[in-house]
């Protein structure tokens, strides 16, 4: 094993084990995946690493859970090409993008409800707790994923949410 990958491995496990609960303790279930075609296929290949509800909160589009699936094959999982469709028919037929929501105003909040809550549950949000310039990386991120965020929305939504999710200190 090459150093660079023993120092990923290493990495890796610590951060499995500062996460993985202690034995003797009770973990609060998940909630359930709804039922349908391609149900089996997420417990089976996804649940393996994540938790029903980080999947839930994703709300992306089929084109989106689609790189998303890509990306994750590109880490690691194990999902033979034959089912690869119907993953991403079931992903987004249950965890895409509520509908748009218009506003007029361009402020910060408005734009976090319209262009953000949209794929976004505010928890998934909360828990990013981001510097300005942070958050502007972030949102730029999210416009190449195929945010409606304008280069003069960028900056109002960045300065809101450092206010409403600053760094922890």
Do not use: N
């Not at 610590?14 to 349908?36: I, R, Y």
């Not at 890509?70 to 991403?88: E, F």
């Not at 502007?136 to 929305?153: I, P």
Request: with cysteine; proline share 6%; hydrophobic share 45%.
């Amino acid at each position: 094993m090459t150093r660079h990958a023993r120092a990923c491995a290493i990495a890796a496990l610590t951060c499995l084990a500062a996460v993985a609960p202690s034995a003797g303790h009770a973990q609060a279930p998940a909630a359930p995946l709804p039922d349908g075609p391609g149900r089996a296929i997420v417990e089976a290949r996804c649940l393996v690493c994540h938790d029903a509800d980080i999947i839930a909160g994703q709300r992306l589009s089929e084109a989106g859970w689609g790189r998303e699936l890509d990306k994750m094959i590109r880490w690691g999982a194990r999902v033979p090409d034959s089912d690869r469709a119907t993953l991403v028919a079931y992903l987004s037929a249950h965890f895409a993008p509520a509908p748009a929501v218009s506003h007029e105003s361009a402020g910060g909040e408005a734009v976090f409800q319209r262009a953000c809550g949209t794929c976004h549950g505010e928890d998934i949000v909360a828990g990013q707790r981001l510097s300005e310039a942070g958050w502007t990386r972030e949102v730029d991120k999210m416009v190449r994923w195929g945010a409606r965020v304008d280069a003069a929305e960028t900056a109002a939504l960045a300065r809101y949410l450092a206010t409403r999710f600053p760094p922890r200190r």
